[in-house]
């Protein structure tokens, strides 16, 4: 076995958990070294060819920046220096069966005028009301919970202060979303659109907490364009980490997480190489330690299994639109919100008529393509993750595609049976992100204790942590990367806390006569 020297730490996936964990790691002198299943560094923020053309295949939706400014800067560089970011102006664009719709702006005086135009001056107020709640929930947890270790109920309470339990009761645990959107809207449009945000989490409008109405003002904040698209911020994070010292083994699965007198002590790669290290922390979905993919030492200590979250159809495409209207991000609602997540999440089955996000990747507002000349898309619709089970059936898939397919035929794109496209189903996501069935953002947020039931980054293994989407505080590009930030500096104090304990026994030992 290759010994490495002292505080050497393993980071097993480069997802933005693990690439944010590596450099805060590295710039504080740890000898990191990246373990990355995958040829290239990003995981769920990855790429596709398509019809010759690279499309973003991963995140789409940029926000909160300033998670990333934050990380940047604290390694002494610049966001700006690695990444062109392109604020934009329409959030989304969203329509409906009955061909209404309506745009959300990253004004809001000016998505308050358009959803008066669009329902009415009470629907406006509602919206505005609404907001402010939210902006409220994002204020109360960015400091307290967000952007702090995992605690539990009573923990969140402490941190509240002098308000406290009532200041976590104004967050509305015990109420679902599509409660809470009842009071501030009557339009089932409106509530429909914005009990959608507990999609970005994973997540049903009808089980998720009225709490993660947060996800709302996160948009509201602001959504950015990343030039070039999305994977150049993986890009980004690699280069920065590489910039600080951090190794890569790319193209190398972790086999197993190697447990020493009762501490994680190194992996062993697929090749049967073994490395030993102080530490290691999982990027990879904690499932995967759970169901002993990483090793029946570790999954001994690993979280409890918990109720997977939403996982994604998606197709690749590249075609001509010239006569839609569509924005970047484009949301094509379904019928019946209710019978979609009963179709997902209790008959665990393609929803029959599924809600349809369209990234429309060369839209940008002023500088949208020459109409009629082939563009990029990705398409995707909510699906179970059973992607290692009974997974859907090629007819079920074929029959999802061609009702998914003409309800974008009848907003104007031209597909036909020469259409460059790539598919990709909850069987694909299982087989790249192993043991998560396809489920995409770790554990579904249901119920007012799941935020508190998702693992922290400490492990019961001394020396496992865990970083990523499926870690607190969360899924979505911006709570991966604060996650990876907390397991690094909850490694870091442990590192420091053990390194203070055996010196003072060193000292101590040297006192005893
Ligand atoms: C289609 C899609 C759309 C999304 N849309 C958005 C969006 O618009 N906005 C947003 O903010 N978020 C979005 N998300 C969610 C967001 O992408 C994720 O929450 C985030 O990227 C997860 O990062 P992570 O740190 O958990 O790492 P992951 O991306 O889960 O990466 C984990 C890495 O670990 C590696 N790994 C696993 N097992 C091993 C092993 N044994 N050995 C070595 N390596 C291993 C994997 O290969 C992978 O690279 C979307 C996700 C998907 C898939």
Redesign the pocket.
């Known amino acids: 076995m290759r010994i490495l020297a002292a505080d050497q730490v393993i980071v ?7 690439l944010c964990c590596a450099i805060d790691l590295a710039r504080s002198g740890f000898a990191v070294t990246v ?4 040829a290239t ?5 990855r790429e596709i060819v398509v019809g010759g053309r690279t499309i973003d ?7 909160l920046r300033w998670v990333f400014d934050a990380l940047f800067a604290d390694a002494g560089a610049s966001l700006d220096e690695f990444l062109t970011l392109r604020p934009l102006e329409i959030l989304a664009r969203h329509t409906w069966a009955d061909a209404s719709a309506l745009d959300l702006f990253a004004d809001m005086e000016r998505s308050a005028a358009a959803i008066d135009a669009f329902a009415g001056k009470a629907e406006a107020a509602g919206y505005r009301a609404f907001q402010a709640e939210a902006k409220g929930v994002f204020d109360s947890l960015k400091s307290t919970f967000l952007t702090q270790q995992k605690t539990g109920p009573i923990g969140l309470t402490g941190r509240f202060g002098l308000s406290g339990a009532a200041g976590l009761f104004r967050l509305r645990p015990y109420e679902t979303l599509w409660r809470a959107l009842g009071d501030h809207f009557h339009d089932p449009r409106l509530r429909q659109l914005f009990g959608r945000y507990a999609t ?1 989490c994973g997540s049903s409008p009808f089980q998720a907490p009225a709490t993660l109405m947060l996800v709302a003002h996160v948009e509201q904040a602001g959504v950015w364009r990343v030039e070039g698209g999305m994977a150049r911020l993986a890009q980004a994070l690699e280069a920065l980490a590489r910039r600080l010292g951090v190794s890569f083994r790319l193209s ?4 197993s997480v190697r447990v020493q007198n009762g501490r994680a002590a190194g992996v062993e790669l697929a090749d049967g190489e073994t490395i030993g290290a102080d530490a290691i922390v999982v ?3 904690p499932a ?1 330690l759970t169901s002993g ?2 090793g029946l030492g570790a999954a001994r200590r690993a979280p409890r299994p918990a109720q997977r979250s939403l996982s ?1 159809v ?1 197709w690749g495409l590249v075609a001509s639109a010239p006569g839609a209207s569509l924005s970047h991000h484009n949301v094509l609602f379904s019928g019946d919100y209710p019978a979609e997540f009963d179709d997902i999440f209790r008959q665990a089955r393609l929803p029959a008529s599924p809600t349809i996000y369209v990234c429309a990747q060369d839209r940008y507002e002023a500088l949208d393509p020459p109409p009629g000349s082939p563009e990029r898309f ?1 398409v ?1 619709i909510n699906a179970p993750a059973r992607g290692d089970q009974a997974s859907s059936s090629p007819e079920e898939i074929m029959s999802c595609q061609s009702e998914v397919f003409g309800r974008l035929r009848q907003m104007g794109l031209e597909i036909g049976s020469e259409t460059p496209s790539v598919l ?1 189903t909850p069987a694909t ?1 299982n087989a ?3 043991a998560t069935g396809g489920a ?3 554990q579904a947020t249901h119920g007012w204790r799941a935020a508190f039931d998702r693992p922290g980054a400490r492990t019961r293994l001394p020396g496992l942590y865990l ?4 870690t607190h505080p969360g ?6 990367a604060l ?2 930030r907390l397991a690094a500096s909850c490694l870091k104090a442990d590192r420091a806390s053990m390194f203070r304990w055996r010196r003072g026994a060193m000292l101590g030992g040297m006192s005893t006569p």
Do not use: H, Q, W
């Open positions: 097993i996936g480069a997802g933005i958990g693990g373990v990355e299943r995958a560094c990003g995981g769920k923020m295949a991963g995140p789409t939706v940029f926000t970005y190398m699965p972790v086999a990027n990879a979905d995967a993919a990483l994604a998606t990705l995707l990709t996501f790249l992100f192993p995409l953002y770790g970083a990523g989407g499926g899924a979505g590009v911006p709570m991966a996650s990876g």
